[in-house]
């Protein structure tokens, strides 16, 4: 007899206060979709009071896409009754989102629990650092937002040293902004078959499973347990232009991505609402945002950018870096104050590696036309270590396609 499609989970575990264990019992065709039985995540606060029904949240955020996909429905204990309709709602998202795939799979559940009484008006912001985070953090400062800083995403698991220097750089930050870091460590991302999933679903419009489905939801989802911890009843996550912006909607065709408005502004449970922050914003205005807070307010600001290197700094040579550290120099800031350094084979490596510069897609491709316009308005000077770079920029052209 064919082994039924579907995932069981067990009730949720708090180990030594911080530790969160879940753990799950696949049967059928989903089962190839994972590596690790149990979901698994570490914060740096108390847990343990936390309901069994706030506590799934993390787990099911990330299990849930797969099971749809894999159209396997998911049993469970005791699930918020909020986050139980953002779920309902955010399959619909994604099936409009990637119409040629099929979402199917239904939770199924004992008992619905109302969350109800632990917003304190706080707020969370997610940070990495970057240009995202750091502008939605400019606009949301008033608020004094909770930090949540995810280790397991972009930097893996086994990357003990670029952790390190991601989650200094983001203490650091909070310290001098009076605000509170909270880490928060997990499988996430591993505990998936990530190939599999690729295998099987990259096509038909949809990119790669962590950019494509899991970015937005499964990452928010992992701060459920924190928000009924600290009293958040609203949690920011900053939008990535390029991925999904306004301009994007005018200007381009919009790339489906998993990180959407109609994907974590439909995300919810007990109290807690979720906002995608700084739809409004190009990568470049983001930028002249940024640049205008480093000269008013902090010029030590510290910027990682980069996703080439896992380390946790910026590798200084990739187009993201390259790009960005020419935008900061047309804003009139000097990148190598923000995280960037001029190496002096740069530029010998962006002139042999031309291709990697001007074969973009429209968005990257406009971003450095722009960036060419406003150089020429704040070139800097010919001493500077940065003069041969812009010069390179200034004569390149970067619109392949005429
Ligand atoms: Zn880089």
């Not at 309709?85 to 955010?90: D, G, H, Q, S």
């Not at 949540?148 to 983001?170: C, F, H, M, Q, Y």
């Not at 993201?320 to 800031?333: D, F, H, I, N, P």
């Amino acid at each position: 007899m064919k082994k039924q499609n579907r995932i069981v989970l067990d009730s949720p575990k708090v180990k030594d206060g911080n530790k969160l264990y879940c753990q799950f019992n696949c049967s059928g065709k989903v089962s190839k979709y994972f590596k690790e039985d149990t979901f698994y995540m570490k914060v740096n606060a108390n847990i343990e009071s936390v309901p069994k029904s706030i506590l799934a949240i993390p787990a099911l955020s990330n299990i849930c896409p797969v099971a749809w996909l894999a159209g396997a429905d998911i049993y469970v204990e005791e699930i918020d009754g909020e986050f139980l309709k953002a779920l309902n709602t955010i399959k619909k998202s994604f099936q409009v989102l990637y119409p040629k795939h099929s979402f199917k799979g239904d939770i199924k559940y004992k008992r619905i629990k109302r969350n109800k009484r632990y917003g304190k008006k706080k707020s969370g912001l997610f940070f990495s650092g970057g240009v995202d985070s750091i502008t939605a953090y400019i606009r949301k400062q008033n608020h004094k937002p909770y930090l949540l800083t995810v280790r397991g995403a972009d930097i893996p698991l086994s990357e003990k040293e670029g952790w390190r220097k991601v989650r200094d750089n983001n203490k650091q930050f909070a310290k001098e902004n009076g605000l509170y870091p909270l880490f928060i460590e997990s499988n996430f991302r591993s505990f998936l078959n990530e190939s599999n999933l690729n295998k099987d679903y990259s096509k038909n419009g949809l990119k790669g499973w962590w950019g494509g489905i899991q970015h937005g939801l499964g990452t928010v989802g992992l701060s459920a347990p924190l928000a009924f911890i600290k009293g958040m009843n609203r949690i920011y996550f900053a939008s990535s232009p390029g991925i999904i912006s306004v301009d994007n909607y005018l200007n381009f065709t919009p790339e489906p991505e998993g990180s959407h408005p109609s994907i974590e502004n439909n995300l919810k449970w007990g109290v807690t609402k979720v906002t995608l922050e700084s739809m409004d914003l190009s990568r470049l205005d983001k930028i002249g945002v940024i640049a205008k807070y480093i000269k008013k307010k902090n010029p030590n600001l510290q910027l990682r950018v980069c996703w080439e290197s896992k380390k946790g700094s910026n590798c200084g040579k990739c187009e993201k870096c390259t790009r960005t550290m020419a935008s900061l120099l047309s804003e009139g800031v000097n990148p190598s104050n923000h995280g960037f350094r001029m190496n002096k084979n740069l530029l010998q490596s962006m002139k042999k590696n031309k291709k990697l510069f001007t074969r973009l897609n429209e968005n990257k491709e406009s971003q450095w036309i722009m960036i060419q316009y406003k150089l020429r308005k704040n070139l800097p000077d010919k001493d500077s270590k940065y003069y041969n770079f812009c010069q390179w920029i200034l004569k390149t052209n970067f619109r392949h396609k005429s």
